[in-house]
């Protein structure tokens, strides 16, 4: 019988929140169009046209060991990789679809390691990092949530469920399984980033069934950190404010996501914020009880561009001289005043003032 394992769990979240700064990563086919991870649903590309990315993805440059460093001289403490996203495409060697990166169709089946998220996760936690997978609860692919059966008029599942019942109980096992690959396959996961709130029983009845799919999770990897995002409930264990911060502190724990640049995903000439802008926003953001989850967005190569190199360099400097006002605080009033933030330690109650310069 499954039992919440509530003191894993408070281990686990304490840890998070002393980590603070975080990686996301953004990539997979749609970084080869280069025109946003909603790129087949914006553009209305048919099925058949966006398959022509899956027999081009071969990023023979992804080197997640020189990115798992590039993130520890940045300070950040925790990742993010989308495994899959809205799109269906699978980073994983997953045995549900063979929409995959280890796919014999995928050119990229041939490296010598073609399981991308295996890869990447191995060479964070080698470099102690806190792992997290995103994974989006709906998937344009599958034929169960966009059937081909009928044109698809909108982000949601493209049939009445209450109509075909029967297909949306395949697509939830098809979900449950592949969650389940996650948590079984690629050593101890700490966060389960779950995107595509649109997916929930209030909204056309799209139960995804989240009780069993947190249970299953749960039962392999104790205290796991569960982020259902834009639903709400038990299954949202921290908020995740969308490019942008908010002006008081909240009572529950969050993290703001946010660009490096303007889009998630690869854009060539995408504009890059600065380093001193996101160091900024980063102070904000912990002096408010925060984290910051910090996105770049990976070319179809499977490199990290230049700009986003460099500000992960730039912000390494920083935190390694003003890091101990940022790990393991926590907020203290007043929080901010003008271009002043405040941020105490949990441990030894030291109080440090940070100037916006």
């Known amino acids: ?47 058949e046209d966006y398959m022509k990315y899956f027999y081009e993805f071969d990023p023979k440059d992804y080197d997640p060991k020189k990115w798992a460093r590039a993130a520890k001289e940045a ?22 679809t063979d929409y995959k990166i280890t796919s014999s169709e995928c050119p ?13 996760f191995g060479a964070f936690q080698k470099r102690d990092f806190m792992i997290g997978a995103y994974f989006s609860k709906p998937d344009w692919n599958n034929p169960y949530y966009w059937s081909d059966r009928w044109q698809h008029g909108d982000r949601n599942v493209n049939y009445k469920i209450k109509n075909h019942p029967w297909m949306w109980e395949k697509f939830c ?30 909204n056309r009845n799209q139960d995804i069934k989240m009780d069993r799919i947190v249970e299953m999770a749960r039962e392999h990897q104790p205290g796991l950190i569960v982020v259902d995002r834009w639903v709400g409930g038990k299954y949202e264990n921290y908020r995740t404010p969308e490019q942008k911060i908010p002006e008081k502190p909240w009572d529950y724990p969050w993290e703001t996501c946010m660009t490096m640049a ?21 102070v904000d953001i912990v002096s408010k009880g925060g ?19 460099k500000i992960m360099k730039e912000m390494g400097a920083w935190m390694k001289i003003n890091g101990e006002a940022i790990y393991e605080t926590r907020p203290i009033a007043p929080y901010k005043e003008a271009k002043i933030c405040y941020t105490k330690h949990k441990n030894n109650g030291k109080v440090y003032a940070i100037y916006l310069n």
């Not at 950040?76 to 899959?84: D, E, N, S």
């Open 1 to 47: 019988m499954y039992q919440f394992n509530r003191e894993e769990y408070n281990k686990r979240m304490e840890w998070y929140v002393d980590a603070r700064f975080g990686m996301f990563i953004h990539w997979g086919l749609y970084s080869i169009p280069a025109r946003g991870e909603w790129v087949r649903s914006v553009e209305e590309i048919p099925k």
């Open 75 to 96: 300070g950040m403490k925790y990742v993010v990789l989308t495994a899959k996203h809205h799109d269906g495409f699978c980073m994983w060697d997953t045995k549900e």
């Open 108 to 120: 990229y089946h041939t490296a010598p390691h073609p399981d991308i998220l295996k890869e990447l």
């Open 173 to 202: 096992d098809f979900t449950y399984n592949q969650i389940k690959e996650l948590m079984t396959g690629y050593g101890k996961v700490d966060i389960i980033w779950l995107d595509g709130g649109w997916v929930a029983p209030e």
């Open 262 to 282: 303007n889009q998630w995903s690869y854009l060539p000439g995408d504009k890059y914020k600065s380093t001193r802008e996101l160091v900024h926003y980063l």
């Open 291 to 309: 984290n910051f989850l910090l996105n770049v967005g990976v070319d179809g190569n499977g490199e990290i561009p230049p700009e986003g190199i």
